[in-house]
């Protein structure tokens, strides 16, 4: 009988990291907590961040991607440099014969995209665009149902977001767009990879805008984009990061229910397929002195999902709309709104679905869904909103690639 690919086989893969930066700070711990990887060497040009590591983890340390990658026993490099050395440390470890996990965006240009999956396909390696949220739990569970065909065809996509992402500190490369900074370069990806896996993959055109209105960050803060996907699916994102106002005051629960029950909605759907609706006394209603109330949630408050740097997100679909509840996806549908659990082992993060793409790559030559072709993919569309705000037109795409045919 064929292995499962989602049981380790008693091996650990031997994981050495290329910058210990913010990033890092948060995928660690999932990965020392898998069983499935062991974190053996890290290597940085800040000593104080290898002497933190050595202290946490015990590994080897070295000052440069070129001596980590001569470590005969790292099998898989970690790439999470600033964004100008992606590429240049993702073909070091490949040409040494490291699989490589290249943090998000991939690289800065599709020169360099297209150089790190030649040589990660020359020297027969790995490669694997992360860590993107497309990886969550809920968003995964959102394109099962999507797939499954349970409310119809997807009819469209929107996703917004409202974060504090530019008042976080800053090094003064993150803030040079020629170098990968700003906000359509360190976050987009999140959404468009998000949206291109649920929408099919395949982007045919961009028409996207960014701004920046803050003197302090001489880099966007805010971009939006319409993208249209090749079969006329439409998708909207945008991302304002300037932190004046976050979505993650949005979440209903513990809040205030909006406009009717979910009784009402299905009353009035089907009194509006059935023409018997009394538009004036339903207005009245919710006017001053009207009898809608608003109620207040009581749900239980273990780590609930709460509108993050991804933000909100609505697919549509023929028979209902899709978003993200507290604990899985509302399925808005015709006969009223179900909350579907989310189905993977980890509820609150989707760090151990991305390591478990590594693992079975490497480890059982399961097929890669984050490949390079798919993030080179990626990051047209981000590349592509930046083209399109500065030439005030629609960016025709040609490096799309299908979403994987797989759950
Ligand atoms: N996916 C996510 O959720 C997420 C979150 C944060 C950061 N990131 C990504 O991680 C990358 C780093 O971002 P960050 O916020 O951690 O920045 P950071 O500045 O905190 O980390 C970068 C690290 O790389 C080190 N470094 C710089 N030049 C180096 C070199 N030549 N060789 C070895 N090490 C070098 C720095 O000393 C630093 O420790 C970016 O690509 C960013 O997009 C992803």
Redesign the pocket.
């Known amino acids: 009988m064929a292995a499962n690919p989602t049981e380790p086989s008693g091996r650990k893969l031997k994981m050495g990291i ?7 700070a ?1 995928i660690l711990p999932a990965m020392a907590s898998t069983g499935k990887i062991d974190i053996v060497a890290a ?4 000593p104080r ?1 290898l002497e933190a590591f050595r202290a946490r983890y015990g590994g080897r340390t070295y000052d ?2 070129e001596k980590l990658c001569d470590d005969p026993e790292v099998e898989a490099v970690w790439v ?4 100008k ?2 590429a240049a440390h993702t073909i070091v470890a490949a040409e040494r014969g490291k699989h490589v996990v290249v ?3 991939m690289a800065v240009s599709l020169q360099e995209a297209e150089s790190m999956i030649e040589a990660s396909m020359r020297n027969k390696v790995k490669l694997i665009c992360g ?2 949220q497309s990886f969550l739990p809920h968003i995964r569970t959102m394109r099962r149902i999507i797939r499954s065909g349970e409310v119809g065809r997807l009819c469209a996509l929107n996703v917004w977001a409202y974060s504090d992402w530019m008042l976080r500190p800053r ?1 003064p490369e993150e803030l040079d767009i020629d170098q990968g900074g700003g906000l359509a370069y ?1 976050q987009a990806p999140h959404q468009v990879d998000t949206l291109r896996l649920l929408g099919g993959g395949m982007v045919r055109s961009v028409r996207g805008a960014t701004r920046e209105w803050f003197g302090a960050r001489p880099i966007p803060g805010y971009y939006s984009a319409f993208m249209e996907f090749e079969d006329g699916l439409p998708a909207n994102l945008m991302h304002n990061g300037y932190g004046y106002f976050v979505a993650a005051e949005l979440v209903p629960w513990g809040g205030r229910k909006h406009h009717y029950t979910e009784e009402q909605r299905v009353d009035v759907r089907r009194k509006l397929r059935a023409g018997t609706r009394d538009e004036f006394q339903d207005k009245e209603a919710l006017r001053i002195g009207g009898d809608q109330e608003r109620l207040t949630a009581d749900r239980a408050k273990k780590k609930p999902w709460v509108p993050n740097d991804l933000g909100v997100l609505v697919a549509s679909c023929e028979r209902g709309d899709l978003r993200q509840s507290e604990f899985g996806i509302y399925v808005h549908g015709d006969d009223g709104t179900k909350d579907v659990p989310i189905v993977t082992a980890s509820s609150d993060s989707g760090r151990s679905a991305e390591l478990d793409e590594l693992y079975n790559g490497v480890v059982h030559d399961a097929p890669i869904r984050h490949s390079g072709q798919w993030g080179m993919a990626t990051l047209e569309v981000c590349l592509a909103i930046m083209q399109s705000s500065r030439e005030r037109r629609e960016i025709r795409l040609s490096h799309q690639v299908p979403s994987p045919d797989t759950d």
Do not use: C
């Not at 290597?43 to 800040?46: H, K, L």
């Open positions: 290329v910058g210990l930066g913010v990033g890092t948060e290597a940085d040009v800040n961040s440069s991607v999470a440099t600033p964004n050395f992606h943090e998000k965006p860590h993107t090094t360190r």
